[in-house]
């Protein structure tokens, strides 16, 4: 069975602090994709990042970084430096590709707030 | 369209009425998903589009709700006699290809539904 977790449903910071959100994947598949979406206030998800199960190779875009590790079936993400602009939903998904289905399966979501 | 576009962006409602929402995606996105997200939760995946047919209607949550496609392109969920519980946010989201291949998902603003 699929499954990911993000257990930090909550986290308030104050501008400035590094924060890491975590997300920890369940799969018995071998070839899965891991993403991160941002859920503004506004609602709308935004793509963030796709990582394919081959590449463990972590990722660094600006001030977001993402640390991907099989061995613990992890996919974290690190904002460094917080904005204000940073507050929203952050969601982790996995998912793994099917001969007539792809099905993204989601987190819970981790509700981040910067605080100025 | 540029991205994907749903309407109505507000709908409210009686309990007992039927109401359509209505999702365009983005040109050319074969694959097409509705979710829901009722207030400070996570995703809840509803349906699967590949092209007009449906592989997957396994998250309907009742035979109240149903969706079609048509012509590969604009989306319509039916929820019939409402019940209050339905009172949720329903997402739809697009992507490029099928089977086998996962691109990352493009979702749309949301279509927020309020059952009085």
């Known amino acids: 069975a699929q499954k990911v977790t993000q257990a930090q449903t909550e986290i308030s910071v104050v501008e400035k602090e590094d924060v890491t959100l975590d997300c920890v994947y369940e799969t018995r598949d071998t070839t899965y994709y891991l993403f991160w979406y941002k859920q503004p206030p506004s609602g709308e998800l935004v793509f963030l990042i796709r990582r394919n199960s081959f590449d463990e190779q972590n990722e660094i875009s600006g001030r977001y970084s993402w640390n991907f590790q099989k061995s613990t079936s992890s996919f974290n993400f690190t904002i460094t430096a917080s904005q204000v602009v940073d507050s929203a939903v952050y969601f982790c998904?996995?998912?793994?590709?099917?001969?007539?289905?792809?099905?993204?399966?989601f987190g819970s979501g981790t509700k981040l707030n910067v605080k100025p | 369209g540029a991205g994907v576009s749903q309407s109505p962006s507000n709908k409210v409602t009686e309990k007992g009425k039927d109401v359509e929402l209505r999702c365009d995606p983005i040109?050319?996105?074969?694959?097409l998903y509705w979710y829901r997200q009722s207030l400070g939760q996570g995703l809840e995946f509803l349906i699967y589009?590949?092209?007009?047919?449906?592989?997957?209607k396994s998250g309907l949550p009742s035979d109240r709700f149903s969706a079609e496609r048509t012509g590969g392109s604009v989306s319509t969920l039916t929820i019939q006699r409402t019940q209050q519980e339905d009172s949720a946010v329903y997402l739809c989201?697009?992507?490029?290809?099928?089977?086998?291949?996962?691109?990352?998902?493009?979702f749309g603003e949301g279509s927020r539904l309020t059952v009085l």
């Open positions: 989201a697009s992507s490029l290809g099928g089977s086998l291949y996962t691109g990352e998902l493009f």
């Open positions: 040109s050319g996105h074969t694959a």
């Open positions: 998904a996995l998912s793994v590709p099917g001969y007539n289905f792809n099905k993204f399966y």
């Open positions: 589009f590949q092209g007009n047919s449906a592989p997957d």
